[in-house]
């Protein structure tokens, strides 16, 4: 495990939604997103607490904070921590834009380049980037993906 303990990754959170207040408006658009897209979710809390996908997102969206705020070292080792516990792998300089559902998540891999556009879903075992076009494995959907 990284060398970031749980109150220093929960200090980093709330200091960038305070830099940052636009990131909770985007967090209500994921909620939204898996609630009304994903059968498996019963609550806004229960996909709030549980579902792996929607908190690598969230872990991402203050990662990329941080890394287009000249604090990558910091956006790069949150990456990590969140990669090593739950087995998604986003890089701090993809964009992904509002209303993001990532389904279940292990394996995914989202790599610098990628740009997620709005009320995008990503199904599972997913590997992506501008140089990677969809094929019959790589499942996607949503706005726009490039």
Not at 46 to 63: D, E, P, S, W
Not at 129 to 142: A, K, L, M
């Given at each position: 495990?990284?060398?970031?303990?749980?109150?220093?990754?929960?200090?980093?959170?709330?200091?960038?939604?305070?830099?940052?207040?636009?990131?909770m408006g985007v967090?209500?658009?994921?909620?939204?997103?898996?609630?009304?897209?994903?059968?498996?979710?019963?609550?806004?809390?229960?996909?709030?607490?549980?579902?792996?996908?929607?908190?690598?997102?969230?872990?991402?969206?203050?990662?990329?904070?941080?890394?287009?705020?000249?604090?990558?070292?910091?956006?790069?080792?949150?990456?990590?921590?969140?990669?090593?516990?739950?087995?998604?792998?986003?890089?701090?300089?993809?964009?992904?834009?509002?209303?993001?559902?990532?389904?279940?998540?292990?394996?995914?891999?989202?790599r610098e380049t990628?740009?997620?556009?709005?009320?995008?879903?990503?199904?599972?075992?997913?590997?992506?980037?501008?140089?990677?076009?969809?094929?019959?494995?790589?499942?996607?959907?949503?706005?726009?993906?490039?």
């Amino acid at each position: 495990m990284s060398g970031l303990p749980a109150e220093n990754v929960y200090d980093i959170f709330i200091n960038v939604v305070d830099e940052n207040r636009e990131i909770m408006g985007v967090v209500v658009d994921d909620l939204r997103m898996v609630k009304e897209r994903d059968l498996a979710c019963i609550s806004y809390i229960h996909c709030f607490l549980n579902f792996k996908g929607f908190v690598a997102c969230q872990a991402h969206r203050i990662a990329n904070h941080l890394w287009y705020n000249q604090r990558k070292v910091l956006a790069l080792l949150l990456q990590n921590r969140a990669s090593e516990a739950l087995v998604i792998d986003i890089h701090p300089g993809a964009r992904i834009g509002r209303g993001m559902l990532l389904d279940h998540g292990t394996g995914v891999v989202i790599r610098e380049t990628a740009v997620i556009e709005n009320n995008a879903a990503i199904l599972h075992n997913v590997a992506r980037d501008r140089s990677c076009p969809p094929t019959n494995n790589r499942q996607h959907s949503g706005s726009r993906l490039r």
